[in-house]
């Protein structure tokens, strides 16, 4: 099962871009086919539909196809202001927009219509960015995508990670790895 991976950061030490990598080293030896991004790595401006009309960015391109091509996800979403970062937004609401002169991407759920999203979340404080799950939630399922209903919140993130990046403790590699496994039974039932 092909697997999408990425965290709504982009600072440098971000715990959930720390997260993101941990996450997508324990789906692969899982067995699944994953891919994890950077969303830095992609020159994505903020949505403007005055720029959209002048035609969409390339890179906005790619992404469409990198979303559109795994049918599973697993978003790690860091918390500010009790809500979602702007990148995050940002990156979905590009992803989710028609390109109404390209026949391909014209339908603007094509990248988002029934893929199965498990959510991570981490932060420095006891609710680890739970907060800023419960915001993503009905934006995810405007998308029309499955949300898994197994999530978790990663708190005190600051001590949650080892040198190598790897969770430290058994309980939060249990909870992440449920996460995991639900987004992969889904995607393997509800997946044509």
């Given amino acids: ?66 979303f559109h091509d795994h049918p599973a996800w697993i978003i790690c979403t860091p918390e500010y202001n009790a809500s979602y970062p ?6 979905l609401d590009w992803v989710s927009s028609p390109v109404r002169s ?4 014209s339908d603007g759920f ?4 029934g893929k199965i999203v498990g959510v991570l979340s981490a932060a420095p404080g006891a609710l680890g960015g739970l907060r800023s799950q419960s915001h993503l939630a ?3 399922l405007n998308l029309q995508c499955w949300l898994a209903p197994v999530n978790f919140a990663l708190g005190h993130a600051g001590d949650a990670f080892d040198p190598q990046g790897a969770l430290v403790d058994e309980p939060s590699r249990s909870k ?3 996460v ?13």
């Fill in 180 to 192: 995991i496994d639900q987004v992969l039974w889904a995607a393997a039932r509800l997946q044509p």
């Fill in 102 to 105: 390209d026949p391909v991407w």
């Fill in 138 to 140: 009905p934006l995810l």
């Fill in 86 to 91: 702007a990148l995050l937004k940002n990156t």
């Fill in 176 to 178: 992440v790895q449920a």
């Fill in 1 to 66: 099962m092909k697997i999408l991976v990425f965290a709504g950061s982009t600072r440098e030490k971000s715990f959930n871009r720390q997260l993101a990598r941990a996450t997508a080293a324990m789906a692969t030896a899982s067995g699944a086919d994953v891919t994890h991004i950077e969303l830095g790595d992609f020159e994505v401006p903020m949505y403007n539909a005055d720029l959209e009309t002048r035609g969409t960015p390339p890179a906005v391109i790619r992404l469409k196809q990198i």
């Fill in 110 to 113: 094509k990248s988002s219509r």
